[in-house]
């Protein structure tokens, strides 16, 4: 089945960097994409991008492009979202979310979570 | 891109009534609509993909169904379980887009 285990929450300042992990196991990690979604507080959910862990092919949503960047590490089964320059307006809830390969039936789903990322940022 | 639209953004409903959330595209497309629920405090969980079709282990009182660009999701007997946020979600080539919500909640 699986699981996502993410990293715990997060509390920093405006203009600090900022590297938040997401670590898949019981699962072939390299043959599921790994999506970043981010939730602001009592908002809905918004698809920020997505990395294939096989080979690094990465695409980010046009609202995120230049904005964040994400990344894998394939020897520790992990992905990462990563912020050069943190603002308040980052402060959110960040899941990270597995989908499927291919174009067969469910392969466009998110069919597995991790249990969320909350980041706070102060001025 | 493509926008999708949900309705409506809230409800209210009794125990055993029947739910109903409609997502609209903004451009005709495959069937590519899935919908999750998200109970407070929780991660999103995935209920229907590609329109139609239950995910493993949900119950079969929640259904999805597509008219045109009009996917519609149901809830045949509203259970104190389900309440909840639901969303629809598109995907096109590897780009996500998800609808903004529709909060359920008890009468």
């Known amino acids: 089945e699986g699981q996502l285990v993410q990293s715990g929450p997060e509390v920093k300042k405006s203009g600090e960097s900022l590297k938040i992990s997401c670590k898949g196991s019981?699962?072939?990690?390299?043959?599921?994409?790994i999506g970043w979604v981010r939730q602001m507080p009592g908002q809905g959910l918004e698809w920020m991008g997505i990395i294939y862990p096989g080979d690094s092919d990465t695409r980010y949503s046009p609202s995120f492009q230049g904005q964040v960047s994400i990344s894998v590490d394939k020897s520790v089964n992990t992905a990462y979202l990563h912020w050069s320059g943190l603002q308040p307006s980052d402060s959110a809830m960040y899941y990270c979310?597995?989908?499927?390969?291919?174009?067969?039936?469910?392969?466009?789903?998110?069919?597995?979570w991790g249990q969320g990322t909350l980041v706070s940022v102060s001025s | 891109d493509i926008q999708m639209t949900q309705s409506p953004s809230s409800l209210s409903a009794s125990v055993g009534d029947r739910v109903t959330i409609t997502c609209q595209a903004s451009?005709?497309?495959?069937?590519?609509v899935n919908w999750y629920q998200q109970r407070s405090g929780k991660a999103p969980k995935l209920l229907i993909h590609d329109a139609s079709n239950l995910e493993t282990g949900v119950p079969s009182r929640f259904s999805g169904s597509r008219s045109g660009t009009d996917f519609t999701f149901t809830i045949s007997g509203l259970q104190p379980e389900d309440i909840a946020t639901y969303y629809c979600q598109h995907y096109d080539n590897l780009l996500v887009t998800f609808g903004p919500g529709t909060k359920v909640d008890l009468k």
């Open positions: 451009q005709g497309f495959s069937n590519s």
């Open positions: 979310a597995r989908k499927p390969p291919g174009i067969a039936s469910r392969a466009t789903v998110f069919d597995l």
């Open positions: 019981g699962y072939s990690f390299t043959s599921y994409w």
